[in-house]
């Protein structure tokens, strides 16, 4: 892959609007790629529906998952993720605003790369983008590709 794509999987417009500006402000200028629901999700990372055509194995860089999605949870997503061969080592990074344990257990169980929660105040959530951004985007190897 050319450019190093982040896949924001997020339902709530103010959630998404706030990480562009919070990407913004840290200087993360990757391409960004939006799924509103689970199920688009899935389609893009597999190239089916809307995004038939497209090359799954071109994946992204790092995928910023909620939990609370339409159609496909969060969990369900990062299970299919992880039961595939071809996105089994993908960077996942839990991003939600769930405090319940039973989710950060679950999104462990099933293989989550970290869970972070989103922080109320916005400086913070930058400085936690960027972070992210520093970290998974410039300073992380990227795993083998297997497809």
Known sequence: MNTKTILLIED???DIDLTKRALEKGRILNTLVIASDGQEALD?????GAYAGRDPADLPTLTLLDLKLPKVSGLDVLRKIRAEACTRRMPVVILTSSREEQDMAAGYDLGVNSYIRKPVDFEHFVQSVAQLGLYWLVLNE???KVC
């Open 12 to 14: 709530n417009p103010s």
């Open 142 to 144: 990227e795993p083998p």
């Open 44 to 48: 893009y990372l597999y190239g089916a």
